[in-house]
Structures are given as C-alpha cells and as structure tokens.
C-alpha cells in the first residue's frame, strides 16, 4: 500500500510540473517582439538584442523571404540593419597628364576597407567593404533571444528582427508508462499510445 502511495504522488507531482510547462510554452506563442537593447561587452564592442518572436501562421517578412529564396520549408528568419561611418585620411598622388591636366589618385587599405580611385576629367572610385556580424542566440528566463553584433568597429547595427514558425502537431504516437485504477486496483502499465494534444511542449 505505501509503495501505491508513493507511486500516486510522484505521477501527481510529475503532472503539476507538466502542466506548468504547457502554460509556459502557450504564452510563448504568439509573442510580440519587445524593442531592442543596445549594450557594450568588456572589449566595448556595441551589441544589439532582441527577443526572438514565435509565430504559427506566416508573417510577411517571412513570406518575402520564402519567395526570394524560392523555398517552401523556411521556418527562421533573422534580419540585421547596419550602417557605416568613420573618417579615412587616403594617400593621394598627384598625375601629371600628358594634355597638361593634373589627376590624383587616392589609396586607402586597412583591415576593413580596400579603396583605390581618380579624380580628374572622369572620377571614380572603387572600393571593397569587409564586415563580419555574429549573431547568437540564447535562453533566459524561458525566452528565446537574439543577439548581434559587428567586428568593424564602424559598423552600427541599427535594427534587428528574428521570427521562427512554431509547428504543432496535436497528433502524436509513442510509448507510455503509467499507474492507474484497472477497476480493481492501482496496477502499473506500459504501451504504446495515440494521443491528440491541446497544448504542445
């Protein structure tokens, strides 16, 4: 009988926490994403974060992805805005044409930039623009977040979204484990299971 008991209240103790991870997990559905959250690491680099947003039906900007990518299956999306400023002091030469007109030449190269041009009777400029953004992402207090940020120092991300498509399947099919009253007495039991969920964990 104390072995029955025992039994009894593990099951009710396993079910109140099941429960609570399904409410948990409902209020998580849905979610409107807060506003983002500029912050500096040890090494003073600028980061931005955001709660991450779950959806069940297709949102727009998933939908123009979907078509960009021409793929049916695309369930996460994470957009990062960015701009780029700072001050460059180029190396300029001074060309002597042939007509008599002057030209001069700009050089700049440094870990992030590679620019090469000529001012004169047609100017132009080429360059390269380098850039690494690090995205992460992370749980804390049972919500999902992501976070960013750039190794170019002149680089300010200025915008972040991230939505992933949440898939519940209200079907499911395993093995169970239980205890219960066969109409008789409390008996253990073990099988295989089709269950239809209301709230999916």
Same mark, same amino acid.
């Given at each position: 009988m104390k072995t029955h008991i025992i039994i009894i209240i593990l099951l009710i103790?396993?079910?109140f926490i099941?429960?609570?991870t399904c409410f948990h997990?409902?209020?998580? &559905?849905n979610v409107i994403q807060d506003s983002a959250v500029y912050w500096k690491d040890k090494y003073n680099t600028e980061h931005i974060r955001k709660m991450a947003g779950? &959806?069940?039906?297709p949102s727009a900007?998933?939908?123009d992805i979907k078509n960009q990518m021409k793929q049916k299956d695309v369930q996460e999306a994470t957009a990062i805005g960015a701009t780029a400023s700072g001050f460059l002091h180029p190396t300029v030469d001074t060309v002597y044409l042939p007509d008599s007109t002057t030209a001069y030449k700009l050089r700049?190269?440094?870990q992030w930039l590679n620019l090469n041009g000529e001012i004169g009777k047609e100017p132009v400029i080429n360059y390269r623009f380098t850039d690494s953004i690090i995205i992460t992402a992370y749980q804390q207090h049972r919500k999902t977040y992501i976070d960013a940020y750039s190794l170019n120092p002149n680089v300010h991300l200025t915008g972040i979204t991230a939505l992933r498509m949440v898939n519940r399947q209200h079907f499911t099919i395993g093995p169970?484990?239980?205890y219960g009253w066969n109409?008789?007495?409390f008996t253990p039991s073990i099988g295989i299971s089709l269950q239809y969920s209301f709230i999916k964990f």
């Open positions: 103790f396993f079910t099941t429960i609570r997990k409902q209020r998580h &559905i779950s &959806i069940q039906q900007f998933l939908n700049f190269q440094d169970y484990a239980g109409g008789k007495a």
